[in-house]
């Protein structure tokens, strides 16, 4: 693990005026867009949520067209944030923890020539609510035109006195076509079925497949996973921090019971959340540094 000082170091970066990013702003809520050759990224500072991911024009990212943008609860789609647990995985009562739907602030924006960086804090400590625990996160999101990548790397620190668990996962929503979407990689692995009350199962088939509601927390998966449809491939990297996998799409009767979600949006997404979950939480003493990181690589068909 790294170090709190590294961590505080990182969080102390200015961003530079000659990075490759703009500010904007939609109904109050600010975001930043950093780009890279072909490619851009808009990350709205309310949960640090990167919210879209184009290259060439073409968005490679779902959001739903009934998000909300008032602050009051997490954006639908995109790329969530979930700290200090995923799911109810936690001993929080709001699904996914609160840090997506906490306002993070923009610490630092550097550009090379292939890549761009954002880099954003939160520490905000809720005494009176079910995670007392002083924490310092850091997520830092890259993209690269050159190489088709969006990177994204969570730090969790614990400057306090007292150790603190968590689980986490970043909660990607990819564009796909869901009807003809596969996930692969996950052969052999042992998943929690939630829709069969999370009994613990093997995965037998070749590719994960959607003909109805999926809902898996995978364990120990593999270091790439992909994420296909016709128009593209998605190879999904990530480090050993990240052990698990969730794979879900709400499909129709879920789709239309969800307030901020079309009825029909099932069709253009299918999610794979790169996270800890399932696997167990992860336990930081006091001073102690937790990180983890996915990496996508979009293949894009011409």
Same mark, same amino acid.
């Given at each position: 693990?790294?170090?709190?000082?590294?961590?505080?170091?990182?969080?102390?970066?200015?961003?530079?005026?000659?990075?490759? @990013?703009?500010? !904007?702003?939609?109904?109050?809520?600010?975001?930043?867009?950093? %780009?890279? !050759? #072909?490619?851009?990224?808009?990350? @709205?500072?309310?949960?640090?949520?990167?919210?879209? &991911?184009?290259?060439?024009?073409?968005?490679?990212?779902?959001? %739903?067209?009934?998000?909300?943008?008032?602050?009051?609860?997490?954006?639908?789609? !995109?790329?969530?944030?979930?700290?200090?647990?995923?799911?109810?995985?936690?001993?929080?009562?709001?699904?996914?923890?609160?840090?997506?739907?906490?306002? &993070?602030?923009?610490?630092?924006?550097? #550009?090379?020539?292939?890549?761009?960086? #954002?880099?954003?804090?939160?520490?905000?400590?809720?005494?009176?609510?079910?995670?007392?625990?002083?924490?310092?996160?850091?997520?830092?999101?890259?993209?690269?035109? #050159?190489?088709?990548?969006?990177?994204?790397? /969570?730090?969790?620190?614990?400057?306090?006195?007292?150790?603190?668990?968590?689980?986490?996962? /970043?909660?990607?929503?990819?564009?796909?076509?869901?009807?003809?979407?596969?996930?692969?990689?996950?052969?052999?692995?042992?998943?929690? $079925?939630?829709?069969?009350?999370?009994?613990?199962?093997? $995965?037998?088939?070749?590719?994960?497949?959607?003909?109805?509601?999926? $809902?898996?927390? @995978?364990? !120990?998966?593999?270091?790439?996973?992909?994420?296909?449809?016709?128009?593209?491939?998605? $190879?999904?990297?990530?480090?050993?921090?990240?052990?698990?996998?969730?794979? &879900?799409?709400?499909?129709?009767?879920?789709?239309?019971?969800?307030?901020?979600?079309?009825?029909?949006?099932?069709?253009?997404?299918?999610?794979?959340?790169?996270?800890?979950?399932?696997?167990?939480?992860?336990?930081?003493?006091?001073?102690?540094?937790?990180?983890?990181?996915?990496?996508?690589?979009?293949?894009?068909?011409?």
């Amino acid at each position: 693990m790294a170090t709190l000082a590294q961590a505080e170091e990182t969080a102390a970066t200015a961003p530079p005026s000659d990075a490759a @990013y703009t500010m !904007g702003e939609r109904s109050g809520m600010q975001f930043v867009i950093i %780009s890279s !050759g #072909a490619a851009t990224v808009t990350i @709205y500072l309310h949960g640090s949520h990167v919210a879209s &991911w184009q290259h060439g024009g073409k968005e490679l990212l779902f959001m %739903s067209e009934n998000a909300v943008y008032n602050g009051t609860k997490a954006l639908r789609g !995109g790329i969530p944030v979930c700290f200090p647990q995923f799911g109810d995985l936690g001993p929080c009562k709001a699904q996914h923890g609160f840090a997506r739907n906490l306002p &993070w602030t923009l610490v630092g924006v550097t #550009a090379t020539a292939t890549t761009t960086t #954002a880099r954003f804090a939160l520490c905000s400590v809720q005494p009176e609510s079910e995670f007392p625990f002083p924490y310092h996160l850091t997520n830092e999101v890259t993209v690269s035109g #050159a190489e088709r990548t969006l990177a994204q790397e /969570l730090v969790v620190a614990n400057p306090g006195t007292t150790q603190f668990s968590f689980t986490t996962a /970043l909660h990607t929503y990819f564009k796909v076509n869901a009807l003809e979407a596969t996930v692969g990689g996950l052969r052999g692995c042992k998943y929690l $079925d939630s829709l069969d009350g999370r009994v613990e199962k093997v $995965d037998l088939e070749e590719e994960v497949c959607f003909a109805s509601e999926v $809902d898996r927390i @995978y364990m !120990g998966v593999p270091r790439v996973v992909t994420v296909s449809d016709s128009s593209v491939n998605f $190879d999904i990297g990530t480090t050993a921090t990240l052990s698990d996998g969730i794979v &879900w799409n709400p499909w129709i009767a879920k789709a239309a019971s969800m307030k901020d979600y079309g009825d029909e949006e099932w069709r253009d997404h299918v999610c794979h959340e790169a996270g800890r979950a399932a696997s167990g939480p992860v336990t930081l003493a006091p001073g102690e540094v937790w990180s983890g990181t996915q990496t996508i690589t979009a293949h894009i068909s011409s």
